[in-house]
Every structure is written in structure tokens, then in C-alpha cells.
């Protein structure tokens, strides 16, 4: 069961600004991030915590600095389906700002400890006023966002569990190793699985049928080694 913590706690505001690793404030120069950071409000929080519950009001726009959370939603059955996973310089709220409030339709619960900077609504109109940058930067990730649940629909609808099991490993990030990519998956399987539209055991069978065939090596603590990326692009482009 998470935990609800509210109010939210306060953090020390340390060197490391939040809003100089958020997308939407990195083409600001240093004093106008300054700015923006002074209307801030850095919160943190711990793996399991509720930071937003369905049907509550959106009053913020809620910027992850470090850390990970999901954004579900209930189904009328009880099921959990994960709509988005958010990372370091993702946010959630942003309905509110054009819309002028309302409340959520979503739950959104921390994944992996997290700290957070948020801004009053009213905070963030003055501040789109002043700097339009800011503004567009929110249509283009709000953009970009509808393109990839675009993406998303229409795998779910005519690709199969291992297209889409592919996609979702060649989208995290990774590095090069000596071996291949390198990637750490970010969610425990069940919840990689509801965000896939499949079940644990499928998403299990997939990643064993990769392993067996030298797509991927799974190391410990959730990292894989993608062996042949070719191979991965191959299948997550079958429909």
C-alpha cells in the first residue's frame, strides 16, 4: 500500500537547480533560472509515497529533479494500468496550466526516492508571460508526449507482446559497454508489464525468448545488455 505524504516535505535548496535539468527552462540564461528557481518550491520524497491522488485538485506543475514515479490510472475492476513513467526533467500537472485547474484523473506515486520542484500555477503564468520560451517548450513536450501515447495506441492494437516488449527496451537510455548497450530497467517487471498492456508472465516470456535467442543478457539489479541491437530493431518494427 504507498504512503501519503502531505503536506509535501521541504528540502534544502542546494547548487544543483532543479530547473537547470528540466527541458523547458534550459533555454533560459543563468539569472532568469535563478528566476524561475525562486518561485520553486524543491520537495522530496520516498519510494512508495502518493504525491497525487485521482480526483484530487491540480493547483502545481510538478517537476522531477532526481528519481523516478508512475502515473496510473484504476480501472473500474480495480487494475493498475501505468500510463507514464517519469524521470529526471519530466513533469505532470501541466493540464492544469491551460485549463485553469481541475482535478486529476490519475494517481501518480513515487517509484525510487525523488526530489521535486514545483510552481503555483499562478506562479507559472507570470513566469510563461515573461519568458515565452518556457511556453512553447511546454507545447512541444506536451506534443511530443501525445506523439508517443500515439505510438503507444496503435503497438497496442497490432503489434504483439514482443514488439512491443522490443520498443520499450531499445527506448531507455543506455551506454556502450564492451558487449553491447547497456540499460537499466527502470520498473520492476509487473509494473513494465501494465505499462506494456501484458501480463508479468508474458513480459517473463519475452525476455527469456531474447535471452535464449542472444538479443540480451540480464544482469542484476534490472540492467540488460542489449547483444544485438539489429536484432531488436528487426522485431519491434514487425506489426
Known sequence: MTRTRLPLLEEEP????????????????????????????????????SVVAAGAPVTHLMVVHTGTVKVTRISADGHEQIVRVLGPGDFFGDSGIFTGGGRSAHFVTVVEPASMC?????????????????????????????????????????????????????????????????VRLPLPKKDIASLLDTTPESLSRQLRRLRESGVVREQSGGRLVVLDADALMRLSEQS
Not at 528540466?22 to 509515497?49: N, S, Y
Not at 511556453?135 to 496503435?154: I, K, M, N, P
Open 118 to 182: 514545483t510552481f503555483g500555477h499562478d506562479d507559472l503564468h507570470r513566469l510563461v508571460t515573461e519568458h515565452p520560451s518556457i511556453g512553447w517548450q511546454l507545447l512541444r513536450t506536451v506534443s511530443e508526449r501525445l506523439l508517443e501515447t500515439e505510438a503507444r495506441l496503435v503497438a497496442a492494437i497490432s503489434g504483439d507482446v514482443s514488439t512491443r516488449v522490443a520498443g520499450y527496451l531499445l527506448s531507455l537510455p543506455g551506454r556502450h559497454g564492451p558487449q553491447g548497450v547497456e
Open 14 to 49: 542546494g547548487p544543483d537547480l532543479c530547473v537547470t535539468r528540466v527541458p523547458i527552462f534550459r533555454g533560459l540564461d543563468h539569472a532568469e533560472q535563478m528566476t524561475v528557481a525562486a518561485v520553486a518550491r524543491p520537495v522530496r520524497l520516498a519510494k512508495g509515497d
